[in-house]
C-alpha cells in the first residue's frame, strides 16, 4: 500500500511557475514509475507527465512539453513537477499517482495503469 499526499499548489499569474511535491509513504518508492495528471474545470482527467522508476525516462503531453518537469528524489520518497511559463489553461487539480513497475525504464500515460492516486492539488492560474 502506498499514500500519496501533493502539495504546492496555489494561486499564480500567467507565466509565473510553481512546484509540486507528492510525498509518499513506505519503502518501495523506487519500485513505482511516477505520474502527474491534472483535471480542470469541466474536463476530464489527463495525462501531464510521468517519469520511470530509475530517473532515466520521462514523458509529457505535447501540452506542457517543454515548461513542465517532472523529477523525483528516490532517497525521499518524493515526486516533483516543476511548472514554468503557467498558463490560465494550465488551471486544474494536479493528482500525482504511482504505478508498480518490474521495469525500470517503463513509463504510461495510461491512467488506469496506475495504482495508487493521492488526494490532489489545486493550481489556479489567473491571467
Known amino acids: 500500500q502506498v499514500q500519496l499526499v501533493e502539495s504546492g499548489g496555489g494561486l499564480v499569474q500567467a507565466g509565473g511557475s510553481l512546484r509540486l511535491s507528492c510525498a509518499a509513504s513506505?519503502?518501495?518508492?523506487?519500485?513505482?514509475?511516477m505520474g502527474w495528471f491534472r483535471q480542470g474545470p469541466g474536463k476530464e482527467r489527463e495525462f501531464v507527465g510521468v517519469m520511470s522508476r530509475s530517473g532515466r525516462n520521462t514523458y509529457y503531453a505535447d501540452s506542457v512539453k517543454g515548461r513542465f518537469t517532472v523529477s523525483r528524489d528516490n532517497a525521499r520518497n518524493t515526486v516533483y513537477l516543476q511548472m514554468n511559463s503557467l498558463k490560465p489553461e494550465d488551471t486544474a487539480v494536479y493528482y500525482c499517482a504511482a504505478d508498480a513497475q518490474t521495469l525500470v525504464t517503463f513509463v504510461t500515460t495510461d491512467s488506469n495503469e496506475y495504482d495508487y492516486w493521492g488526494q490532489g492539488t489545486q493550481v489556479t492560474v489567473s491571467s
Open positions: 513506505g519503502r518501495t518508492f523506487s519500485s513505482y514509475a
